[in-house]
Structure formats: structure tokens, C-alpha cells
T-cell receptor, first 112, second 114 residues
């Protein structure tokens, strides 16, 4: 049963690169790692997903080391609008007992 | 706009009552997920349906039930409501059976139990 651990909160400044790390020591072989962003009173929004090494899209990068026991979401040149809660999600599909576990989330506050 | 709709947006009811939350997934999506988010808490996965069949069950109370209809919309029924059931309830949808794929979340229904 994969569980995730993230920092509760982080602060940064506009224009900086922000890295949020998620620990998932018990990640299973078939698990993928997914990150979502959530603004207050809104549903989460998908950011990025990966299995190993590095994945990059237009908004973020995801770094996953070889042992896959952690992952790092990297947000380049953040702005005030990036202030949100970021969730690390590890998916564990099984035949009879499907588990979908979300981390507690990291509250990211971007300052001017 | 994710394309997922949820009604009602807000719901206020009393303890012991029963309510039904409704979700319409994105066009073409076969999976529907229900989540509960209490104040300042993370998301708790409740249940998933795929093409009308229950696919996965999370931390859903016995007082709660859900179903997915032939037109793929879903309803979450909450009964014998307690104060602690006050929360945001989100519905999400995706194309595939397993949630490894991207989920699209609706705007949520805010339930207040008084």
C-alpha cells in the first residue's frame, strides 16, 4: 500500500524555480506518480505524470530517481497565480482491491 | 472548465437527512470517481464507477452509496447525515478504467450539515 509524504507548506518568490518533493517508499512496480494542483474551492487539476526518470511538459517537470522512492515536481519561474495546494498521487491498480491514495498536499505560497 | 458538471453547487441540510449529489462526466469519459474533502483536509477517495459498474471502493461509509446510470451520469447518496459529513464533494471523470490516467474534476458540491 503506497503512501506519500510531502512538506505541509512551502514559500517562494515570483520568478524563482520551486521544487516540491514527495516520498513514496513503498511504491509498487506498476505505480505511476501523478501531480495535481488545487486552488481554493476548486477541483484539482492535472499537472504531470511519470513512471521513471524525467518528464517535462509546458508547465512543469517531474524528476523520478532510479529507485522511485521519491519524486520532485519542478515549477519553473513561478508567479503569484501558482499559489495553490499541490498533491502527489501514487496509483495502485489491483484486480480486487483498487487503491487510490492522495498525499496530504503541499501548500505553496508565492510572494511578490 | 473541465467539462465535468456537478449539481447542486451548495447544499445545506440537517442531521439525519438524506441527500443526493449528481455528477455528469465529460463527454466520452466512462469512469466516474467520487471524493470527499473536509475543511483543510486532503482528498479522500470514496468510490469509482466504470461504464456503470463499481470499479473500486475507498473510504466510503456504509451510509453512503453511489451508482452510475446508463447515460454515464452518477449520483452519490448520503444518508443519516452527521455534522462530520460537512465537506466538499468532488466528482471526477476519466476515459479509462484505471485512474492512472488523467482525471478531470468538477467544481464540487459543498455540503453543510447543521
Amino acid at each position: 500500500l503506497a503512501k506519500t509524504t510531502q512538506p505541509i507548506s512551502m514559500d517562494s518568490y515570483e520568478g524563482q524555480e520551486v521544487n516540491i518533493t514527495c516520498s513514496h517508499n513503498n511504491i509498487a512496480t506498476n505505480d505511476y506518480i501523478t501531480w495535481y494542483q488545487q486552488f481554493p474551492s476548486q477541483g484539482p487539476r492535472f499537472i504531470i505524470q511519470g513512471y521513471k526518470t524525467k518528464v517535462t511538459n509546458e508547465v512543469a517537470s517531474l524528476f523520478i530517481p532510479a529507485d522511485r522512492k521519491s519524486s520532485t515536481l519542478s515549477l519553473p519561474r513561478v508567479s503569484l497565480s501558482d499559489t495553490a495546494v499541490y498533491y502527489c498521487l501514487v496509483g495502485t491498480p489491483k484486480v480486487d482491491n483498487y487503491q487510490l491514495i492522495w498525499g496530504a498536499g503541499t501548500k505553496l505560497i508565492i510572494k511578490p | 472548465d473541465s467539462g465535468v458538471t456537478q449539481t447542486p453547487k451548495h447544499l445545506i441540510t440537517a442531521t439525519g437527512q438524506r441527500v443526493t449529489l449528481r455528477c455528469s462526466p465529460r463527454s466520452g469519459d466512462l469512469s466516474v470517481y467520487w471524493y470527499q474533502q473536509s475543511l483543510d483536509q486532503g482528498l479522500q477517495f470514496l468510490i469509482q464507477y466504470y461504464n456503470g459498474e463499481e470499479r473500486a471502493k475507498g473510504n466510503i461509509l456504509e451510509r453512503f452509496s453511489a451508482q452510475q446510470f446508463p447515460d454515464l451520469h452518477s449520483e452519490l447518496n448520503l444518508s443519516s447525515l452527521e455534522l462530520g459529513d460537512s465537506a466538499l464533494y468532488f466528482c471526477a471523470s476519466s476515459v479509462f478504467e484505471v485512474s492512472l490516467e488523467e482525471q478531470y474534476f468538477g467544481p464540487g458540491t459543498r455540503l453543510t450539515v447543521t
